[in-house]
């Protein structure tokens, strides 16, 4: 089991920044890749990044996600991050950290919530103009 605690959300005018952080805990041995996902009501979870957590390897960022948002990870604390700067009004929502359970290496990590299986509790980012 998996245990995931995410921090840093908050209330931010447009233009701003914030930092997510996403604290995992648990038996972590078949745990790949961890990710953020965002949801706004009635819409689907959408990948915001993906970040290979055993290995060397390429994060991954969802299609609608600008390079005004960066994940990063620290294995020493097994927590992945996610600077968001320059926040718009539809950079607003729940974002939640997810991790996967693999019982073997993965070539890349995936981009659907169906690929994780533990979810943290969401952290809420609103963005006023």
């Known amino acids: 089991q998996v245990h995931l605690v995410e921090s840093g959300g908050g209330s931010v005018q447009a233009g701003g920044s914030l930092k997510l952080s996403c604290a995992a805990s648990?038996?972590?041995?078949?745990?790949?890749?961890m990710a953020w996902f965002r949801q706004v009501p009635g819409k689907e979870r959408e990948l915001v990044a993906s970040v290979p957590i055993k290995r060397s390897g390429r994060t991954y960022y969802g299609d609608s996600i600008q390079a005004r948002f960066t994940a990063s990870r620290d294995n020493a604390k097994n927590s992945v991050y996610l600077q968001m700067n320059s926040l718009k009004s539809e950079d607003a929502g729940m974002y939640f950290c997810?991790?996967?359970?693999?019982?073997?290496?993965?070539?890349?990590?995936?981009?659907?919530?169906?690929?994780?299986?533990?979810w943290g509790q969401g952290t809420q980012v609103t963005v006023s103009s």
């Open positions: 648990g038996y972590l041995d078949n745990t790949q890749c």
């Open positions: 997810a991790a996967d359970l693999v019982f073997a290496g993965v070539a890349r990590c995936g981009g659907s919530s169906e690929d994780y299986v533990y």
